[in-house]
């Protein structure tokens, strides 16, 4: 049977925002774009920021790094604490969303929701599960699927087609219990990656440093957005 497939999410913040809002997430916490890495640029980024998603083209530079770093991990252990939400993606063209449950998922604390947010809803039921039973309620999960196709219209580029391959994937970061997590969230890689300490002021120049290094993996690439979720409007 074939995997389900959904049209991709544009990496648009105001799109993300409205998604999150639907599935009944208050206005308090929103999503805007990153638009440079240094200090300067950074600091224009209201604060606090709870999340960092990073869109990134697939190359064969990538691929070659991802084979390794997974074989590294594998043969290290990679510690990751059993706090971390984590959701597979068998979904196509799902990891937009994918990735906004990430970064909503892990900072629960921070944020607030509608009495009856189907959003939240999910969570709650899928907290005890595992990535893989996660990913398999996500399929049959209605409200998600409706908002993600109607929020997939709504960018400023048109939509392309259920079976056009899309070679562009998003990673989430966040902070749990103090480590800088990166959530891959199109599948790429079967387990969160741990990049060190953070805390809640620097998380952002945190996950840039990563960032960055992706960056400099593929020097002659420009399609790289960062969008981070923060307390105040952008």
Known sequence: MDSPRWLPLESNPEVMTKFVSCLGMKPSWQFGDVYGLDPELLSLVPRPVCAVLLLFPVTEKYEAFKQEEEERLKGQG????????????????????????????????????????????????TAKMTPEERATFLEKDESIRVTHESSAQEGQTEAPSLDEKVNLHFIAFVNVGGQLYELDIDGRKPFPVVHGKTTEDTLLEDAVEVCKVFMARDPQEVRFTIIALSKDSF
């Open 78 to 125: 990679h510690g990751v604490s059993p706090d971390v939400y984590f959701i597979k993606q068998t979904i196509g063209n799902a990891c937009g969303t994918i990735g906004l449950i990430h970064a909503v998922a892990n900072n629960q604390a921070h944020l607030q929701f509608e009495a009856d947010s189907p959003l939240k809803k999910f969570l709650d039921q």
